[in-house]
């Protein structure tokens, strides 16, 4: 018997897998970094997030009888996101409650990989502050209080940590985030193995950076961009959570008015409004506008009549 | 001129190493030989010969009255077996003429020779093509009189050979660029002549830069004959992107190459131009690749049309493992073959036979919405887009967002890393959007 489908009969050799195995390869600088600047506790932090998705994950699609699709590793992909935007400190179950909300509420319920209208991560994390802000407002560097950079430019109080801690990461702030060069080393994973292009992390970064600068927080022109934008989840979010596939816009002119977007937002939030950071929020509004976005950046197809 | 080329595709490995230093062999048929009575796009050939007749080398044993066809010769001298129903390389069962081989190939002259055929004229070139039998052979079938018959009005001003080969591990093409170079100049010459003030152009992938110099070489002394080296890229060869990047001229949803001003013409289609008016042969065979992992030695073999593809097979040494895949053409856009008792036809580029482990189905999973479709699609379509809305039975939003703009190339299954079936799906909508026009 002879094999028979329809054409093509072959295939590249990228899968859902292999995708998100590189990207768990480009947030492992980023995990090293935060278990060094925050110790063992960012360790327990991103392990029990991390099983708690896959469990989630594991849980759900059993009770329900699907095909259980832990093996694409999307869900480890979602554990280290929601970790990475945790505070160190925070007590182990809020991890756990984050990665069933993330996989259950915000993955599955809409229908699984690649169904989410929001980035489970971010959305478990918006979850997390709105019920335990205390906890989640909790940062720590060596077991001192430390607040972030981005609240102490926004109510002033402590020293500002120089910029190079910025860059390095030893700052106050979630145990993924704080380390700027871990997080370019990872982004610039992503752009060899072409998982992401430049578009969304250059429209998003480069937003913020001319508008903080134009905008600036004493008066126009006053903005100090460089430190803005290594401050906070600014890198994170745009290499690791404006590129999720699933709730950004397919075509590169679309992933341009995404990034601006989120600058946009980001920089409003940051500003003007009553969070200090505005990251996760920004680019969970601006899911909301992929679908539009999509639909009116649709190329003009080859050869085509208007 | 730099390298030209289109927007978008992939850049699968190409595989032509199996078989593109093996120079082309004759295959001599052993068993009977099976002429379908369709072998083109268009209407089908009515048998000219019944059960018991005795049929000749080169003569016509099929041929219809429609406009758009192509007649059949029989390839072979010896009887008629039957005339009945057999299986197609398409899958259908389609009407057949079956003939035993006496193995004597007895020939009959039905066509003139013209050494001289810058003599004739374009009406008279157009009659033998027609008459030889000529279709696209590239794998279209498209019969090449009608190509070469634009309608009135339409100016036509670059005859583009199309040598690309683009399609993976096939290398007949390449071949007879080779071997045959001076006989596809003077093909690309005949059509030149029927089209006074055009430009000839022969597109070549720089993967083949021998076949670039032969080509260079023997065009030299032609004025407006230019070799185009075209970017190793697939889909080089098909039609609309072959055009644009020689041209640059977009090729407007729904029309054809003459509305811009092109022919487009296969290397093979050249080259049995050529033997039609300068040896008076009608189309009785073709050049052809049998390679893949499966098969232990690769070649290009010339084979009369009708000899069974188990025989093509068996002159290439045979498989090296259980075979599991056995393609009619290339890999991307050939299609799977259920029986190897089924003949070659006019437009059997390739056999490609896959191992078991290549030839490996796998599930699909869910869009992750990568766009790894859309940035490949040379037509700039949303393939998973269309994808769904075939599956949700959407079609008139598949029209709307141009699905039957499709050229089934391929490249979004193959880029596709949740291995979704979006060439099958765009094909499958298409085909049902045609059938319910057919029954308005």
Redesign the interface.
């Known amino acids: 018997m002879?094999?028979?489908?329809?054409?093509?009969?072959?295939?590249?050799n990228?899968?859902?897998q292999?995708?998100m195995r590189d990207v768990i390869i480009a947030l492992i600088p980023a995990t090293f970094a935060g278990i060094y600047f925050f110790g063992m506790k960012a360790f327990l932090v991103t392990l029990v997030s991390v099983l708690s998705c896959i469990a989630a994950e594991a849980l759900w699609q059993k009770l329900t009888h699907r095909k259980i699709?832990i093996g694409?590793l999307?869900a480890v992909v979602t554990g280290l996101l929601i970790a990475f935007n945790l505070p160190a400190a925070v007590p182990l179950w809020l991890p756990a409650i984050g990665g069933f909300f993330a996989i259950i509420i915000v993955k599955q319920f809409f229908?699984?990989?690649?169904?989410n209208i929001m980035n489970p991560a971010l959305a478990a994390r918006a979850f997390l502050l709105a019920s335990w802000p205390v906890h989640m407002t909790n940062f720590t560097v060596d077991g001192v209080s430390a607040a972030t950079s981005l609240a102490i430019l926004k109510t002033g109080g402590d020293k500002l940590p120089s910029l190079m801690s910025n860059f390095i990461g030893n700052q106050g702030g979630c145990i993924g985030e704080t380390s700027v060069i871990a997080l370019l080393i990872g982004g610039g994973y992503l752009l060899y193995k072409k998982i992401i292009t430049l578009h969304t992390p250059l429209a998003y970064i480069g937003s913020v950076f001319i508008l903080t600068l134009i905008l600036g927080r004493d008066g126009l022109m006053t903005g100090n961009a460089i430190y803005e934008i290594c401050s906070g989840g600014l890198m994170i979010g745009a290499f690791f959570m404006a590129t999720d596939?699933?709730t950004s816009p397919?075509?590169k002119r679309g992933q341009v008015i995404f990034g601006v977007g989120c600058g946009l937002l980001t920089t409003i939030i940051r500003l003007y409004g009553g969070y200090s950071e505005g990251v996760s929020y920004a680019i969970l509004i601006m899911s909301l506008f992929v679908p539009f976005i999509d639909k009116f950046t649709?190329?003009?197809?080859?050869?085509?009549?208007k | 001129m730099g390298l030209l080329t289109f927007?978008k595709g992939?850049h699968?490995s190409d595989k032509k190493d199996l078989s593109m230093h093996k120079a082309i062999q004759d295959l001599i048929p052993k068993g009977n030989l099976v002429f379908p009575m369709v072998q083109h796009i268009g209407a089908p050939c009515d048998p000219l010969v019944k059960k018991g007749d005795r049929v000749l080398l080169g003569q016509k044993i099929g041929e219809s009255k429609a406009f758009v066809s192509a007649p059949i010769y029989s390839s072979v001298s010896g009887t008629v077996l039957d005339v009945s129903p057999r299986l197609h390389t398409n899958?259908a069962m389609v009407m057949c003429i079956i003939v035993e081989n006496d193995n004597i190939y007895e020939e009959v002259l039905t066509m003139v020779p013209h050494s001289d055929y810058e003599k004739l004229s374009k009406s008279e070139l157009v009659t033998i093509i027609k008459e030889a039998g000529i279709v696209g052979m590239g794998g279209a079938g498209f019969p090449t009189h009608i190509k070469l018959t634009p309608p009135e009005g339409k100016v036509i001003d670059s005859i583009i050979i199309n040598a690309a080969e683009c399609e993976?591990y096939l290398t007949c093409d390449y071949r007879m660029l080779l071997e045959k170079t001076n006989e596809i100049v003077e093909g690309l010459k005949i059509i030149l002549q029927m089209f006074p003030g055009v430009k000839g152009y022969i597109a070549i992938e720089t993967n083949k830069p021998d076949a670039i110099e032969a080509m260079k070489k023997a065009s030299a002394n032609i004025k407006n004959v230019q070799v185009t080296e075209m970017v190793t890229k697939y889909p080089q060869g098909a039609e609309?992107q072959l055009i644009?990047a020689i041209t640059g001229r977009?090729?407007?949803?729904?029309?054809l190459p003459a509305d811009v001003g092109c022919i487009v013409q296969n290397v093979d289609t050249i080259f049995e131009i050529y033997n039609a008016v300068v040896n008076g042969k009608p189309l009785t065979e073709r050049v052809l690749t049998v390679t893949g992992e499966a098969i232990k030695e690769p070649l290009n073999l010339r084979v009369k049309f009708g000899t069974s593809i188990s025989e093509v097979i068996e002159a290439a040494g045979g498989f090296t493992e259980d075979?599991?895949?056995?393609?009619s053409g290339g890999?991307?856009?050939?299609?799977?073959?259920?029986?190897l008792d089924v003949p070659v036809i006019k437009g059997t580029s390739g056999i490609?036979c896959?191992t078991k482990e290549?030839?490996k189905?796998?599930e699909e999973?869910?869009?992750?919405?990568?766009?790894?479709c859309?940035s490949v699609c040379?037509?700039?379509?949303?393939p998973?887009k269309l994808n769904s809305l075939v599956l949700r039975g959407e079609y008139e939003e598949f029209e709307k967002?141009?699905g039957m703009?499709c050229i089934?190339c391929?490249c979004c299954?193959?880029?596709?890393?949740?291995?979704r079936?979006l060439?099958?799906t765009c094909?499958e909508g298409k085909r049902t959007i045609n059938i319910n026009r057919r029954k308005k």
């Open positions: 002879y094999t028979v489908s329809s054409s093509p009969h072959i295939k590249s990228d899968s859902v292999g995708i699709t694409d999307s229908g699984g990989i690649g169904q596939y699933t397919m075509t649709a190329p003009r197809i080859f050869g085509e009549v | 927007k992939i699968p899958g993976p609309k644009y977009e090729l407007p949803s729904g029309k075979p599991v895949k056995v393609i890999p991307m856009m050939g299609t799977a073959l259920r029986s490609l896959l290549q030839a189905l796998e999973s869910s869009c992750i919405r990568c766009g790894k859309m040379p037509m700039f379509l949303n998973t967002l141009h703009d089934e391929a299954s193959y880029a596709c890393p949740a291995k079936h060439t099958q094909r």
